[in-house]
C-alpha cells in the first residue's frame, strides 16, 4: 500500500510538472511574440518617421534654391533694367549736348553776322 501511494504521488507529481511547464512554454512564446511584434511595429514606426524627416528636409532643400534661384532671377533683372536706364541717360545726355553745342553755333554766327 506504501508503495501504490508513493507511486501515485509520484505520478501526480510528474504529470503536474509537465502540464505545468508546457503551459508556461506557450504562455511565453505568446508573451515573446506579442513583444516581437511589438519591436517590429516600433521600429517599422521609426523608419517612417526617419523617411518622412529625409523628405521634409528634401522638400526644404528644393524650396530653398528655388528662392535663390528666383531671388538671382529678380537681382539679374533689375541689374538689367538698371544698365538700361544708365544706358538711356547716357544717350540722353549726350543728344542734348549735342542740342547745346548747336545752338551755340547758331548763336555766334548770329553775333558774326550783326
Not at 529678380?74 to 544717350?91: H, K, P, Q, T, Y
Not at 542734348?96 to 553776322?113: F, P, S, T
Amino acid at each position: 500500500m506504501k508503495k501504490l501511494l508513493l507511486s501515485s504521488i509520484l505520478l501526480l507529481a510528474l504529470s503536474l510538472s509537465f502540464t505545468s511547464c508546457r503551459d508556461t512554454k506557450k504562455a511565453d512564446s505568446i508573451e515573446e511574440a506579442l513583444e516581437n511584434t511589438g519591436d517590429a511595429i516600433e521600429d517599422a514606426a521609426d523608419e517612417a518617421v526617419d523617411a518622412a524627416d529625409e523628405a521634409v528636409d528634401s522638400a526644404g532643400d528644393a524650396v530653398d534654391s528655388a528662392v535663390d534661384a528666383a531671388g538671382d532671377a529678380v537681382e539679374n533683372a533689375a541689374d538689367a533694367a538698371g544698365d538700361a536706364v544708365d544706358s538711356a541717360v547716357d544717350a540722353a545726355g549726350e543728344t542734348v549736348d549735342k542740342a547745346a553745342d548747336a545752338v551755340k553755333k547758331e548763336a555766334d554766327k548770329l553775333k558774326a553776322g550783326h
